[in-house]
């Protein structure tokens, strides 16, 4: 069977993304930085599937966490990889002068710093595709429009993380390619699920579908990057945002 990791797999896109991989019938191993959102998670998921789901609880703040987990699964021989950890907490920012700089270094660790570690540390002798979960703001400037404060709502470091995990996306597809990796890149629009009406009717008026993204149009264009379907594609940058970055 398959090996599948997924770092972020708690979260509102990793739950979905945990969910495909296993419902096509491959091994899922994915992190999450709290037991209790596991636990709730693997419950969700019905008996059918508990037993092709491990959870692995850790948490990814500095190198010597990486090199923890490296050591800890270097056995493990992985098919796929989908870079998905993210920190929501980093969106909020309490003191401008001061945590901005520290919010920038936590977004460009879980963006840039940790899928290079992971791709380029993991036991390659299986690895055959790698998905980072990137962000139209990785493509386009948010609209300051969008937001009551765009300050707050949608910091810089957000958007310049997810450029750059764009970049490493292509980056890694040439270093990578001799060994048969494809390495590519999805950058989603905005989805519905944690945002409240006000701020939907907003995006859904500045949007050329009318709409934010549906939880069920998550895992699809994952499934395709890592199927034989797009075989010839590698640092390819696959926006699927609902036409928000050609305005």
Same mark, same amino acid.
């Given at each position: 069977?398959?090996?599948?990791?997924?770092?972020?797999?708690?979260?509102?896109?990793?739950?979905?993304?945990?969910?495909?991989?296993?419902?096509?019938?491959?091994?899922?191993?994915?992190?999450?930085?709290?037991?209790?959102?596991?636990?709730?998670?693997?419950?969700?998921?019905?008996?059918?599937?508990?037993?092709?789901?491990?959870?692995?609880?850790?948490?990814?703040?500095?190198?010597?966490?990486?090199?923890?987990?490296?050591?800890?699964?270097?056995?493990?021989?992985?098919?796929?990889?989908?870079?998905?950890?993210?920190?929501?907490?980093?969106?909020?920012?309490?003191?401008?002068?001061?945590?901005?700089?520290?919010?920038?270094?936590?977004?460009?660790?879980?963006?840039?710093?940790?899928?290079?570690?992971?791709?380029?540390?993991?036991?390659?002798?299986?690895? *055959?595709?790698? @998905? =980072?979960?990137? !962000?139209?703001? &990785?493509?386009?400037?948010?609209?300051?429009?969008?937001?009551?404060?765009? %300050?707050?709502?949608?910091?810089?470091?957000?958007?310049?993380?997810?450029?750059?995990?764009?970049?490493?996306?292509?980056?890694?597809?040439?270093?990578?390619?001799?060994? *048969?990796?494809? @390495? =590519?890149?999805? !950058?989603?629009? &905005?989805?519905?699920?944690?945002?409240?009406?006000?701020?939907?009717?907003? %995006?859904?008026?500045?949007?050329?579908?009318?709409?934010?993204?549906?939880?069920?149009?998550?895992?699809?264009?994952?499934?395709?990057?890592?199927?034989?379907?797009?075989?010839?594609?590698?640092?390819?940058?696959?926006?699927?945002? &609902?036409?928000?970055?050609?305005?």
């Amino acid at each position: 069977m398959e090996k599948v990791l997924i770092t972020g797999g708690t979260g509102l896109l990793g739950k979905e993304i945990v969910k495909g991989f296993v419902k096509k019938n491959k091994k899922v191993y994915f992190t999450s930085t709290s037991r209790e959102k596991s636990n709730q998670f693997l419950k969700s998921l019905g008996t059918k599937y508990l037993k092709n789901c491990t959870p692995i609880i850790q948490k990814f703040n500095t190198i010597e966490d990486v090199n923890t987990f490296l050591q800890n699964y270097k056995n493990l021989n992985f098919n796929f990889l989908i870079n998905n950890a993210r920190d929501i907490s980093n969106l909020k920012i309490k003191n401008r002068n001061k945590d901005i700089f520290d919010s920038f270094n936590k977004e460009i660790f879980l963006a840039v710093h940790l899928p290079y570690f992971l791709s380029i540390k993991l036991n390659q002798k299986h690895l *055959k595709n790698i @998905v =980072n979960i990137s !962000s139209m703001y &990785g493509v386009v400037p948010p609209n300051k429009n969008l937001y009551e404060d765009e %300050y707050e709502s949608s910091p810089i470091y957000y958007g310049v993380s997810k450029a750059a995990e764009i970049h490493l996306t292509k980056e890694l597809a040439v270093r990578l390619s001799k060994k *048969k990796i494809r @390495v =590519n890149s999805i !950058s989603f629009g &905005g989805f519905e699920g944690r945002v409240n009406k006000k701020f939907k009717s907003r %995006y859904s008026k500045m949007c050329p579908l009318g709409r934010m993204l549906n939880l069920n149009e998550i895992f699809a264009p994952i499934w395709f990057l890592c199927s034989d379907q797009s075989s010839g594609a590698t640092g390819h940058n696959l926006v699927i945002d &609902g036409g928000w970055t050609i305005w």
